[in-house]
């Protein structure tokens, strides 16, 4: 049966139902050892080919399967990841690096996403039912959709795209990063059984391999997370054929601390809503601006609780913070080491890194009170690196939180809560949470402002991007015609 595979070795393409080897390879590393812990298939474009010809041959008999039955699918889905979480843990704390609590984040994350997803559907709108005429508006699937998952939350966010997919009705072709492949392959392998052949793949492979999905004339729709330069990339490559796009990309989310805050109670919030997943996270907090008046000691506090967070290898239990998942990344975030030192910025905690680490390991490091113009505020660094920055006036730190070319998340922190809402109702971004981080739903949509992307996921409003409207009209009257 294939709920009984093997999590340890044999990761295999899931191609029409079935599993694939391939003749290229491609190494996965732990990221706490820099070693290589396993080998995936690289797909050919004559794989990626023959994944989109037997999606499209599966489409129109999976379009026609009746909604209760295409929700049962992905609830099943959930239950058989549920099964096997465990396993899925175990597996993703050594391909990403996130500590235990980071994998029981994500992986029950996504079982209960599926299990939500699942209850979801789109009804036919009658826009007009009246003696001489009848007008609706429904919902019909696109086709075949390519998933391109990235390596910061490769199961979950591979869920927010695999889920409606199917439950609208489309064939789903997934590629994992080639940074954290593991879980997804598994996840294909895991679940064909519960599927029509053809109507779920999974191939791994590099960036050529992505491109190639994005151009594909066989493809509908590409849904995509990842940062916004590559978004770029893929949007123009979708253009050739038109295909509908879905695109969560970077941010350089605010946080804004207002002067009435408790700087002992609100210091825990800040740091994990800066510092979760190592700050490997497109809603991770990047810059925070805190009121002059409370700002030594919001700093101090901030500063000393990340000093009782550990950063090791996720699969000890006492690690709180885990290593930059990859190599290039790693290089990234150095830059804005070597950047601040260069610049002369202060370091408030951290700023050195360990040349021995047996792994891709950066310190917390916090930066007291940087330039606005700074690369450390102006960018994304994608680690764990963090500038915290003085304000006085409202319109003005309002207007320096806007200025970017972002707009993926924000959060306001206050006692005040009537300041806190007009303060954050300013705020261009897509995701505003005020006195709280990182709260999501499947029925709460989730998308971008500006450069952060472009469709939303989650919720009805996500549902509806794998859709195409279809307006229906009917003249009632008899001798019409």
């Given amino acids: 049966m ?14 029409n139902g ?168 598994k996840l294909g392998e895991l679940v064909q059984d519960l599927l029509p052949p053809g109507v779920f793949s999974v191939v791994s492979g590099d960036d050529d391999l992505g491109r190639s999905m994005t151009a594909h004339e066989g493809i509908d729709k590409i849904a995509f ?26 941010g350089n989310d605010p946080a804004i601390v207002l002067p009435d805050v408790d700087p002992e109670k609100v210091a825990p919030q800040l740091f994990w809503a800066a510092f979760q997943n190592n700050a490997q996270f497109c809603n991770a907090a990047k810059r925070l601006y805190v009121h002059e008046d409370v700002y030594d000691e919001v700093l101090a506090a901030l500063v000393a609780y990340a000093r009782t967070i550990k950063v090791g290898d996720g699969a000890e239990p006492d690690t709180g913070l885990g290593p930059i998942q990859n190599e290039p990344q790693y290089q990234k975030v150095r830059e804005y080491f070597e950047d601040c030192r260069d610049n002369g910025h202060r370091f408030a905690l951290g700023g050195e890194l360990d040349e021995d680490a047996p792994g891709w390991f950066v310190p917390v490091t916090i930066v007291d009170n940087p330039p606005e113009d700074s690369r450390l505020v102006r960018e994304e660094p994608f680690g764990p690196i963090l500038p915290v920055v003085k304000w006085r006036d409202e319109d003005d730190v309002v207007a320096r ?67 195409n409207w279809q307006t229906i009209t009917l003249n009632k009257v008899a001798d019409a015609v």
Wanted: include cysteine; charge should be negative; aromatic fraction near 8%.
């Fill in 401 to 467: 939180a806007n200025d970017t070319i972002w707009g993926l998340g924000a959060t306001v922190w206050g006692k005040d809560l009537e300041a806190v809402e007009r303060i954050g109702r300013q705020i261009d971004a897509g995701t505003v949470w005020l006195n709280e981080v990182h709260q999501y739903s499947p029925f709460q949509a989730f998308g971008g402002h500006k450069q952060s992307g472009i469709g939303c996921e989650n919720s009805v409003h996500g549902l509806i991007e794998y859709t």
């Fill in 18 to 185: 079935t599993s694939a080897d391939a003749a290229a390879r491609v190494d996965v590393f732990n990221p706490a050892t820099r070693k290589v812990v396993a080998q995936v298939p690289a797909a050919s474009r004559e794989q990626l080919d023959h994944a989109v010809a037997t999606a499209r041959e599966a489409f129109p008999g999976w379009a026609a399967t009746p909604l209760d039955k295409r929700q049962a699918v992905v609830r099943a889905i959930g239950e058989r990841l549920e099964a096997h979480a465990e396993e899925f843990m175990s597996l993703l704390i050594t391909e990403q690096g996130k500590p235990r609590a980071g994998a029981e984040w994500e992986i029950g994350g996504s079982v209960a996403w599926l299990k939500a997803m699942a209850e979801q559907s789109l009804p036919e709108e009658v826009i007009e039912d009246g003696p001489q005429r009848r007008v609706v508006t429904r919902y019909t699937p696109l086709g075949v959709v390519g998933a391109i998952t990235p390596w910061n939350f490769p199961v979950l966010l591979a869920i927010w795209k695999i889920a409606p997919a199917l439950l609208s009705g489309n064939c789903i072709i997934v590629k994992p990063s080639p940074f954290t492949p593991l879980c997804t392959l």
């Fill in 2 to 15: 294939t709920s009984q595979i093997d999590f340890t070795t044999d990761y295999v393409l899931t191609i």
């Fill in 225 to 250: 997370t990842g940062n916004t330069e590559t978004g770029k990339h893929v949007m123009r490559s979708a253009a050739g054929t038109l295909k509908r796009v879905t695109l969560e990309l970077g």
